[in-house]
Structure formats: C-alpha cells, structure tokens
C-alpha cells in the first residue's frame, strides 16, 4: 500500500452521538530550516527541530451530530468567540475531510488557548494544528479500537501538516525529523518521524529561551515565503544545503560535538533569512535587535567559551540554544544582557520536550 494510501479512512456505519476530546500540542524549534514546499505541503528539503515543552496549545474538540452536509464549526480561544480563525481552520477541514469522513456529520467546538501570549510573536500554527489533528484522530480512533499507536502519530502528523508544514515535527519529540532524506531512515515527505540514530547525552534536555525581540504580526505570512522560493534564484542550491547539513548533524548529535552544532544551527538560521532577503519581493523580518542579540551571543560565546548559539523563525524573536550543564550562566547572561534588548524585557525559557499528549 503507498504511504498515503493507508491514511484513507474506513467507512463507519455508525458513529457517536456526541463527544469531547483534548490534546496538549507544543511548539517546536527547527535546528535545519524547512522553506519551500510544493504540491500538497510537501517539503523541498529534509528538515530537523527541537519538539519544545512549555510553548504549547490546548485544544477542546466537542462534536455534536447534526443534520446537512455542511462544515459546521466555531472557534474560540481562551473562552472568546475568534471568528477571525474561522477562514484557516475551513480551508484545513476542507483539505483533511478526505481523511475524516466524519467530518460533515458534526458541529464541532473549537476551544484552544496557547500557554504563550498571543502576541508574543511566536507563530501558533505548529502547536494549534497538530493539537488539533490530534484531536480529529482521537476521534477516529474511538471509530476504530484497532488503530496501532504507530499508526495514529503517523496520521496525526500527516494531518497536521496539512495544516502547517512544521505542524508535521510537533507530534512525537525530542527530536523530529520531517521530509525525505536518504540518509535518514523510515523520513518521508508526508509524516514527521523521530530522529533515529543516537544521541549524545549532552543533547538531552537541550534549553532554549526565546527571546522576544518583536511580539507584532508577522508583516510576511510563511506561506507567502514558501511561495517566493518557487522563482528564487538561490533556491536549488538552498535546498541542498539543508539536506547536506541533516547529513552533517549525525555524527554531530552522536558525538556530542557542540562546537559544529553551533556552526551549523546558526547558518540555518542566517540562511533562511537569507532567502528572505534575496526573494523578489524582498522583505526582512529581523529587527534592530534581533541583530544586536545575535552579535551580544557571539562576544559572550568568544569571550566566555559558552555553546549557547541562536536560530530564528520566520520573524523577528531570537531562540537561544544551550546545553542543560550551562543552564546557570547562560541565564545570568540572558538576564545582565539580553533582557533589555527584549521587548519589555519580556522572554521564556523553554526545553526540549517529549511531544503531545492527551488531556481528555
Ligand atoms: O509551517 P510553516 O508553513 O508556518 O513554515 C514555517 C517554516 C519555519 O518556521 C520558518 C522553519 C521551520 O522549519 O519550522
């Protein structure tokens, strides 16, 4: 059976009246950027992050059997009615009913709330749209007991991709590997997997403060990114950079070497600005201080023989990367050096975290 084949739903005579689900979700962090995708969200290169712990998303899905044909659903988040969410979660419905043949059969209850501010600048969509394929799976497997474990993490992330690529690497942690690599056993363009070749114990526990230099809206959607690497000039040679440096990350991850963790992490990062740069239109998501904190981490770094390094999302926040044993100094510096470059001082320590689970 070909892999999307299997994620084809059964036909159930019989389904539920009424029900409630819900999932915790996280964040996650890439350390090997994806941007750029075709077809149905399907990435141009392999991509690898940190699952995070303390960013989440808790969604409650209540469903109620109704009568129509229609997608019947309300959103809210954190109690309030959010209409303005509505336009993106009937586009993702739209695009997973093929999966869930449930789907028109109810009026469902959307109610999610996010452990980090809203306006923090951290983009939600990784942690909403895999709480909420979770969800939808969740329901499925009360249709079907069999359902292996397997299975169900491997729908979940298929689905949730649908939703947002980066959704695919929140499911399972610490470290997820998602799109086609041929170094990398079982990874596939469709569904995250678990990264699954050893890992130094310095890598366990893995800290990451995010440091929130901009808590606006993005000005650049990600999906208008994605677009503009359709036509880019530097495309072809970006995507194999980033397959090549997935390569590199194995001996790295098994042997613990900090020193070319760095290198690589932060290339990713510039990198994919970098793209941001060059695309036509251009745009710069970077701010005056996100540029001011990377070069106060690079003097702390050479001055003090940290491994404390940075990445970026598609915006303007700095994650700052380091080990558990530096834990200590590395959030005394955060405190005397970076706090005041954050906007009203404000950031949030996160780690490296194990995935969703189940809250009801
Ligand atoms: O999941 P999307 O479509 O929002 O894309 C996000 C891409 C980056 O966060 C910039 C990189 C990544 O791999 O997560």
Redesign the pocket.
């Known amino acids: 059976m070909s892999l999307i084949a299997q994620f084809q739903p059964h036909t159930f005579s019989t389904i539920p009246e009424d029900g409630s689900v819900c999932w915790q979700s996280p964040s996650?962090?890439?350390l090997?950027?994806?941007?750029g995708?075709h077809g149905q969200?399907l990435p141009r290169n392999a991509?690898i992050?940190f699952t995070l712990r303390n960013c989440h998303t808790t969604t409650a899905l209540h469903y109620q059997k109704k009568e129509g044909n229609d997608f019947q659903f309300e959103v809210f988040l954190d109690g309030k009615r959010e209409e303005g969410f509505e336009p993106k979660i009937l586009k993702f419905f739209e695009r997973v009913e093929p999966y869930f043949p449930f789907l028109r059969k109810y009026m469902f209850q959307i109610e999610t709330s996010n452990s980090f501010p809203h306006s923090s600048g951290i983009?939600s969509?990784?942690s909403g749209m895999s709480a909420l394929a979770l969800c939808l799976l969740s329901i499925e497997r009360s249709l079907t007991p069999e359902m292996t474990e397997d299975f169900f993490n491997q729908k979940a992330s298929f689905i949730a991709r649908l939703g947002?690529?980066?959704?695919s690497?929140s499911i399972s942690g610490p470290l997820v590997v998602w799109g086609t690599h041929p170094k990398v056993e079982g990874s596939n363009d469709l569904f995250g997997i678990e990264y699954p070749y050893p890992v130094h114990h310095r890598f366990k526990n893995y800290q990451d403060t995010i440091l929130l230099v901009d808590k606006g809206e993005k000005q650049v959607s990600?999906?208008l990114?994605?677009d503009l690497m359709n036509d880019h000039p530097y495309a072809q040679n970006r995507f194999a950079e980033a397959n090549k440096n997935l390569e590199k990350l194995q001996p790295i991850f098994e042997g613990g070497i900090l020193s070319e963790f760095i290198k690589i992490v932060e290339s990713e990062a510039l990198q994919?600005h970098a793209m941001m740069l060059a695309s036509d239109p251009s745009f710069i998501l970077m701010k005056p201080n996100t540029l001011e904190i990377i070069q106060r981490i690079r003097t702390f770094r050479e001055e003090t023989g940290s491994n404390a390094c940075f990445t970026l999302?598609?915006g303007a926040n700095v994650h700052l990367l380091y080990p558990e044993f530096e834990k200590e100094r590395v959030q005394d510096f955060i405190e005397n050096q970076l706090k005041s470059l954050c906007a009203n001082g404000e950031f949030i320590h996160d780690a490296a975290g194990m995935g969703a689970f189940k809250i009801g």
């Open positions: 996650n962090i890439a090997v950027k994806y941007w995708k969200q991509s992050s983009a969509s990784a947002s690529g980066s959704a690497r990600s999906t990114g994605h994919l999302d598609a």
